[in-house]
């Protein structure tokens, strides 16, 4: 099944290292980062757990939950955990779904449906799909989806930055220009004409073509 933006995101359940979860009920009214990894300890991937797990707080903030996904049993991400904690200087809080027999890498696209076997004698390299970062909306349908190749680190201050982005322009009828940051211009919503823009932004905006109307970021 291919997924695209606005796509809900399928529910599924799974254990993971804070016990069974029904995906979307775990989700609950709030936003979620789902980000997979294609095999237990692998440097890069530990990496990311660690800093993951530093800046969840950050995460919480904007009500927004992180979950992480690997293609391994559950009780290979404890002892992975341990790893984490101790090379990176931080134990990721957050669950690790366990995922030996390759059903949610399938129900989210990041392996072919018909791939045969578990996670049991597979390596990173034959996971290599297993890279993607999903953003979900209180909707329970995808926002963001990125996908990494294994040599490259994600860049998790970005997910924070574009997750920004998101809830802003969902409250707000905007738009977020290239390399926007929170408290920086926005720009109206093509969809909103200037009459209606008048009305929601009496101030005015600067507007350098009749179609780049830049504003002050709504609060």
């Known amino acids: 099944m291919s997924l695209r933006i606005n796509d809900t995101a399928p529910d599924f359940t799974a254990e993971t290292t804070q016990g069974t979860i029904r995906f979307h009920q775990w989700i609950g009214d709030g936003w979620a980062v789902l980000f997979s990894h294609p095999k237990d300890f692998t440097p890069v991937c530990t990496t990311e757990l660690g800093y993951m797990a530093k800046i969840e707080p950050e995460f919480a903030k904007r009500n927004c939950k992180i979950i992480g ?9 404890d002892r992975w955990a341990q790893d984490i904690e101790q090379t990176q200087g931080a134990r990721p809080k957050y669950p690790m779904i366990g995922d030996p027999k390759l059903e949610v890498a399938k129900l989210y696209n990041m392996l072919p449906a018909d791939e045969p076997g578990t996670s049991e004698g597979r390596t990173a390299a034959t996971n ?6 999903f953003v979900i909306g209180p909707d329970k349908k995808i926002k963001l989806m990125m996908t990494y190749p294994m040599t490259t680190g994600r860049n998790f201050d970005e997910i924070l930055r574009a997750l920004d982005s998101m809830q802003l322009t969902a409250k707000h009828k905007v738009a977020t220009p290239v390399n926007w940051k929170h408290g920086e211009d926005v720009i109206i919503a093509g969809s909103v004409s200037d009459d209606d823009a008048k009305k929601l932004f009496p101030d005015g905006w600067k507007a350098p073509r009749p179609y780049l109307r830049i504003v002050k970021q709504p609060s």
Do not use: F, I, K, Y
């Open 128 to 133: 290599q799909t297993v890279r993607t970062v």
């Open 69 to 77: 996904l690997s293609v391994d049993p559950v009780g290979d991400h």
